[in-house]
């Protein structure tokens, strides 16, 4: 269970290829537990099966796409228990050219700050990149969507993401200002959060 009470410190830093097989393993686990009762069952049920296509998978983005950033959490002695990914924002866009595309955190790390400090540390190395306005994407049904708004994004539009097949409403929201919103280092959060990537 999440807990508010301080363990360990966290340390962040950018991900490096060497990282793919635990990014792997802890996107799969934050995913069958975020979107239990969300995501059609048969599709969690299917992600252990999926650790080596993903371990590929990360493996090639860290290789190829350096220029966008994906930054990981670690605790010891458990190493990287979350991250957080960046780039270009995807359609519809509603005029912002930078996403949040994915922030991932393993349950029992939440409400220590560390999903906060991912987001701040993301949205910095995104203005850093040269882009200027941030979106993230969170299925309604999804209670993360409070961890955005207390983070003072605000609601942009909706849209639509095929999962499993089943098609769920993805809630669009915005950082206008990310330098002002992300100035400061923040204190702890008060809940964990989870937005998805495939």
Avoid: C
């Amino acid at each position: 269970m999440p807990t508010d009470e301080p363990g360990p410190r966290a340390r962040f830093r950018p991900a490096v290829p060497g990282d793919a097989p635990r990014l792997a393993d802890v996107h799969i686990r934050a995913l069958m537990v975020t979107y239990r009762g969300i995501d059609p069952q048969e599709w969690l049920d299917s992600l252990p099966s999926q650790l080596r296509e993903r371990e590929e998978r990360w493996t090639d983005r860290l290789t190829r796409l350096p220029e966008e950033p994906v930054l990981v959490a670690e605790v010891p002695p458990a190493g990287i228990v979350g991250f957080a990914v960046g780039g270009p924002a995807r359609k519809p866009s509603y005029g912002y050219d930078a996403e949040l595309i994915s922030l991932y955190l393993l349950p029992e790390h939440q409400r220590r700050g560390i999903g906060r400090e991912l987001t701040r540390q993301l949205v910095r190395a995104l203005l850093t990149r040269g882009f200027e306005r941030v979106l993230v994407r969170v299925l309604t049904a999804n209670p993360a969507r409070l961890f955005y708004e207390r983070l003072g994004a605000y609601p942009i539009g909706t849209t639509t993401v095929e999962v499993g097949g089943a098609t769920l409403e993805e809630s669009l929201y915005g950082w206008p200002d990310p330098r002002a919103s992300f100035a400061e280092e923040a204190p702890a959060e008060p809940a964990g959060p989870s937005s998805r990537t495939r």
